[in-house]
């Protein structure tokens, strides 16, 4: 069993600076490929981002690609979403999920599928 807790959200204005972070309990962390998920008020979750077990492997949702950049250290246990130059529509509340076969799942658009998910935290990009 694997538990997420995200941490890093918050206001900022256009053009500005984030870094979420995903801490996870369980010692099977480093199987697990992770990803960030994000959701509007009203809207679907739609994916971010996700690395692959070893850190080697990453895939972006187009709408974010040079300006997020997914990372994770597996011996703290944690998966990181840094997030340069902010815009308005990245308001969000951020997932931040772990699957073994994360990657696979964010191409496919199956994400009930995905086996853990944390609480969530809220980014909010003002103009």
């Known amino acids: 069993h694997v538990q997420l807790v995200e941490s890093g959200g918050g206001s900022v204005q256009a053009g500005g600076s984030l870094r979420l972070s995903c801490a996870a309990s369980g010692r099977t962390f480093r199987l697990y490929a992770m990803g960030w998920f994000r959701q509007a008020p009203g809207k679907e979750r739609t994916f971010v981002a996700a690395i692959s077990w070893s850190g080697g492997g990453q895939y972006y949702a187009d709408s974010v690609k040079g300006r997020f950049t997914i990372s994770r250290d597996n011996a703290k246990n944690t998966v990181y979403l840094q997030m340069n130059n902010l815009k308005p529509e990245d308001t969000a509340a951020y997932y931040c999920?772990?699957?073994?076969?994360?990657?696979?799942?964010?191409?496919?658009?199956?994400?009930?599928?995905?086996?853990?998910w944390g609480q969530g935290t809220q980014v909010t990009v003002s103009s």
């Open positions: 999920a772990a699957d073994p076969d994360l990657l696979l799942i964010a191409r496919t658009g199956a994400y009930p599928q995905i086996a853990y």
